[in-house]
């Protein structure tokens, strides 16, 4: 029998809700979507799609064996954190990485306590929603802090010479970004529920039901 409420079992199964949507939002690379004409400077280039995430890209351009300037058309991560184009996403990388890992760990501790009566106590359910918080918080500080990097080449490339701090110049924000947003509200309302997870004891002639 599970040791949680009704606002214990919803806060367990938002948790868990909002664990996923901050993970997939932080590790897929669609948080911005612009066009790159390649060849280069060229009247006759094509406008390929590429799309950034915080340490991701889709679509960019690499010498191959032959010395020669091309096109991959796939996705993949920076070799190196160095690698990361400005340190604004660094920092973001950084935070948004660290609140996921404790969101999902206190979403996995409340799936646990549907199943297991006495693990989440009002001891561990407190903690669970100071940690939910501060989870909340570094996320939302990544995503504050991303948009400065958006004056790196690598992005003025794709969007233009107009793109500078908080200014996308002829790109636009993604799914990634607002779903990453939507688990970072999703997460800071569990942290209020978490206080109203377990059950409540009731008192009757000294015995506690």
Not at 128 to 154: K, R, T
Not at 182 to 199: V, Y
Request: hydrophobic share 45%.
């Amino acid at each position: 029998m599970s040791g949680l409420s009704g606002v214990g079992v919803f806060w367990a199964f938002t948790s868990f809700l909002s664990s996923v949507i901050s993970c997939v939002g932080f590790f897929m690379p669609y948080w911005i979507t612009g066009q790159m004409k390649f060849p280069f400077n060229t009247d006759s280039g094509q406008n390929v799609p590429v799309h950034f995430g915080i340490f991701r890209r889709c679509n960019y351009p690499a010498i191959n064996s032959e010395g020669e300037l091309t096109m991959v058309l796939e996705c993949g991560r920076y070799t190196t954190f160095g690698d990361i184009p400005s340190t604004a996403w660094q920092i973001a990388t950084l935070t948004i990485g660290t609140g996921c890992g404790i969101c999902l760990l206190t979403a996995l501790t409340a799936m646990f306590g549907i199943c297991v009566k006495g693990v989440v106590v009002p001891m561990v359910a407190r903690s669970a929603g100071i940690l939910q918080m501060c989870s909340g918080l570094l996320m939302a500080a990544g995503v504050g802090v991303y948009p400065n990097g958006w004056d790196s080449p690598e992005v003025q490339q794709a969007c233009g010479n107009t793109s500078k701090s908080y200014n996308l110049g002829d790109c636009s924000l993604s799914w990634c970004f607002y779903l990453t947003s939507a688990g970072i509200g999703m997460t800071l309302m569990c942290s209020a529920l978490a206080f109203h997870a377990p059950k409540r004891k009731h008192i009757i002639t000294g015995y506690a039901l």
